[in-house]
């Protein structure tokens, strides 16, 4: 080989590195631009409690393993268990790291002379805007490596975390935006090619189970794609190495709790009976609980984009549509009750449901921004009031509870979409006429029966710098902050989007 021959190959492997770290560090900037900008965006609207059961049980796991060191919530949030304390049925691994959070809150409660539980709650409520910031970003790193492009897939990123209803249950309490990440992650890691990244996939589809039992769908289905590319045996068992550690976690949990492996929470809500219209009732019926079509407009695309996935990865596009589906078919034999907002059981897939979208060509990006501002529209009431609100007034006036929130198939112009404007006007009414330090002292009590539209954070706007005033700082210096917060978070959001050269 003569010297001519070494130089162009030698400039040739230079610029071939050069354009492998220009490659990462633009989905770097993609992957911190999103993260950074949308929890920018989340925060400036942060709730300035908890309100109602399921979140607020959680909490008070949390606050007592801060203060206490143990699991026990007190009668009034919990259930009868062991040794005769009471303690909240459901699930673990969100108070556990709400823990710092909490004890933050504690801090500087005890600082500004506020209730501890306020300023405990409020910081709570930080992490699962966290969380949701740190999907946003996944969903772009998943469409990427299902083949979108850069563009494409920052877009369907966007739309994930404004047009659907992770705008919602960022505000929440639940366990939904932590199983959405650890799902949404183990799907994004088992697509690599790297023996830690599948390991990572295991793991993380593990600790899905003490998150939300709901995640055990993920361990069976990923050990399944691991077996159809031919993987070694040892990421093929991977799966179920994390399934045994997130079931024995769970056990020892519930065991701790009630001294049983079966909990104490109903034993009646698996059910045959019904299961048909929950499954049509979680796609298209916009009543309580259901309606993924309507209040995450975007996912229509999912339908479309699946197709396109599929020719280009058939087994990574077959493995969301199983992870789509597993929690789809499992919801739809729980007889859900409860207040939630559209498909709170399917946010762990809305992700993945987006990453699918971004593999869509360029022409179908104006009908993503059109679903995207539908989707921002039905979900927007939710950023300034509670969307229990609505719950709350129809149970006081006894209207349609039993038909409104046990199924997702009540009347239609009933439905919880159709009327969450009205509801937060209202909301926003009673506020300018609500002292906002009585109502912090009632902040993490349960609801009155009876009186449920006019308790404590139900009367104020439900953004953290409303309540300023308590603490002596009035609520312009709040708003100011807030109004920067959502200037800087779209400025980012802006850079990033300019920054992209697919």
Known sequence: ????????????????????????????????????????????????????????????????????????????????????????????????????FVAFGIGVGNLLGLPVRYTATLCALVLPVLLTAVTTSLVALLALRLGSSKKSAYLAAISYAFGT??????????????????????????????????????????????????????????????????????????????????VGIHLWYTYVRFENLVGGGPKDRLQINGMPQRLLGLLISPGAGGGLFWYCPPTILAIIGFQRAYKKKPLEALLILGIVLGYLVLHSFWAFRGWNWGPRFLVPVLPALLAIVAVLEKKWWRALIILTAIGFFWNAPTLVAYYQRYYAEAIDNYRFYQVLAPAPWGPWNEAPLFNIWGATFRQLSDAFSSDVAQVLKGVGEPPVAGKL??????????????????????????????????????????????????
């Open 165 to 246: 209803t992770a705008l919602v249950y960022s505000r929440e309490f639940f366990a939904e935006p932590l199983l959405a990440l650890l799902t949404t992650a183990s799907i994004y890691f088992a697509l690599g090619n790297k023996a830690r990244e599948h390991a990572s996939s295991s793991l993380l589809a593990g600790f899905a189970i003490p998150t939300k039992p709901a995640g055990v769908i993920l361990a069976p289905l990923l050990s399944l794609y691991f077996f159809c590319k031919k993987y070694p045996w040892r990421t093929i068992v991977g799966p179920w190495l994390g399934f045994a550690m997130g």
């Open 453 to 502: 539209a006019s308790s404590d954070l139900l009367r104020i706007v439900a953004v953290w710098w409303w309540v300023l005033p308590a603490a002596g700082i009035p609520i312009w210096v709040g708003f100011a902050i807030a109004t920067i917060m959502v200037g800087l978070g779209i400025w980012i959001l802006r850079r990033g989007w300019m920054s992209i050269s697919d």
């Open 1 to 100: 080989m003569t010297d001519k021959d070494e130089i162009p190959s030698s400039e040739s492997s230079d610029s071939l590195i050069e354009s492998a770290q220009a490659e990462r560090k633009q989905v770097f900037t993609i992957g911190l631009s999103l993260g950074i900008g949308v929890a920018l965006i989340y925060l400036a609207f942060l709730k300035p409690g908890i309100w109602g059961i399921d979140g607020n049980d959680m909490f008070w796991v949390s606050h007592s393993l801060v203060t206490d060191g143990d699991f026990s919530t007190g009668k009034a949030v919990g259930v009868l268990g062991s040794g005769g304390e009471y303690y909240s049925p459901r699930y673990l691994l969100l108070p556990v790291l709400a823990m710092p």
